[in-house]
């Protein structure tokens, strides 16, 4: 099955900071493993990262929210953004709460993904993060998605069925990926996701907004709100 597409641009740069040395050790060594990555550093400390990564020029910063010394996942993607402003930021955590990420301005929640740490079992969520962060999307884990279904957290203006589609968009599925997760054609996806913009009356067309971040933020907030 295949879920993402090939990068557009090649090799994805990827940094990983980690305070736990065997865990940081096992993210290198799992990404190093996919040829659409390239490792170019890894860290143990934010205070580390935040002067060694500049020079290095990732695509994706792969980071644990909890980190020694003072400063978290959240604050040092926040700082590294700074400098580059297209970096993606992919979040680990031992905890999963959709309202974490209210942390972060809304202006400049493009290019985040948020993920528990058990996500390295499949690399299929951890490729999707790191793709859809680099691309400027944003992607949550699996596991917020199930908690949603389950509870019936949705936005009450779409169907079943866009819900469902918005459930794989929010994961970093492509339309190829949903519509085989989904059994569709890809013009039913796509036209699924049209409908979708239009009901969340979202301008598919304005060159400054980038629709499906546009939908993914709203469902964010729908789930922040219930959590």
Request: net charge neutral; aromatic share 6%.
């Amino acid at each position: 099955m295949k879920a993402i597409a090939e990068h557009a641009r090649g090799r994805i740069r990827v940094v990983v900071v980690e305070d736990e040395d065997l865990y940081r050790e096992m993210l290198v060594s799992i990404l190093s493993l996919r040829p659409q990555f390239e490792v170019v550093g890894s860290f143990a400390t934010g205070a580390d990262a935040l002067v060694q990564v500049p020079k290095l020029k990732p695509d994706v910063l792969l980071t644990d929210i909890v980190l020694g010394g003072g400063m978290n996942g959240i604050q040092l993607g926040l700082k590294l953004r700074r400098a580059h402003e297209r970096l993606g930021i992919t979040l680990l955590s031992n905890h999963l709460k959709a309202s974490i990420l209210s942390a972060i301005p809304e202006d400049d929640l493009r290019g985040w993904a948020y993920l528990h740490k058990t996500a390295v079992k499949n690399i299929g969520v951890i490729e999707r993060a790191i793709v859809g962060t680099a691309d400027g999307m944003v992607v949550l884990d699996p596991g917020i998605m199930a908690s949603a279904q389950r509870n019936q957290r949705a936005p009450l203006e779409l169907t079943p069925r866009q819900i469902d589609v918005l459930h794989f968009m929010a994961q970093g599925y492509s339309n190829e990926g949903i519509a085989e997760r989904l059994g569709l054609t890809e013009k039913t996806v796509s036209n699924y996701i049209n409908s979708i913009y239009q009901r969340l009356a979202i301008e598919g067309d304005n060159p400054y907004v980038q629709p499906r971040v546009s939908a993914v933020l709203y469902y964010l907030k729908e789930l922040a709100d219930e959590s």
